[in-house]
């Protein structure tokens, strides 16, 4: 019953910006970690970002200082600011975010579908 909806995706030119969003519903009880991971053709996925409930951030040494992790836990919704955007981002960005279900004792990882960030000329 838990489902994640990312928005904010698209094609952008390099020096540009984005913002991602990532809003979890659905049979929630607890909330931890959110995060932002991407992948490209032909590499391994990597984590970009992520935040703790704590607000402690971590960033990918290839995004700090462009991209901002941020968390609203009111609405169960985590954002990436990505700024100074080149053509290295271009991935597929998945959000993901540990949850414990309501009724459930142990955590579990759920994933968004995925969304098409592409910086070209």
């Known amino acids: 019953q838990v489902q994640l909806v990312e928005s904010g995706g698209g094609l952008v030119q390099p020096g540009g910006s984005l913002r991602l969003s990532c809003a979890a519903s659905?049979?929630?009880?607890?909330?931890?970690?959110m995060g932002w991971y991407r992948q490209a053709p032909g590499k391994q996925r990597e984590l970009v970002a992520d935040i703790r409930d704590s607000g402690t951030a971590h960033y990918a040494d290839s995004v700090k200082g462009r991209f901002t992790i941020s968390r609203d836990n009111a609405k169960n919704t985590v954002y990436l600011q990505m700024n100074s955007l080149n053509p290295e981002d271009t991935a597929v960005y998945s959000c993901?975010?540990?949850?414990?279900?309501?009724?459930?004792?142990?955590?579990?990882?759920?994933w968004g579908p995925g969304t098409q960030v592409t910086v070209s000329p």
């Open positions: 659905g049979n929630l009880w607890r909330v931890y970690d």
């Open positions: 993901n975010i540990d949850i414990i279900e309501r009724g459930a004792v142990i955590t579990r990882a759920y």
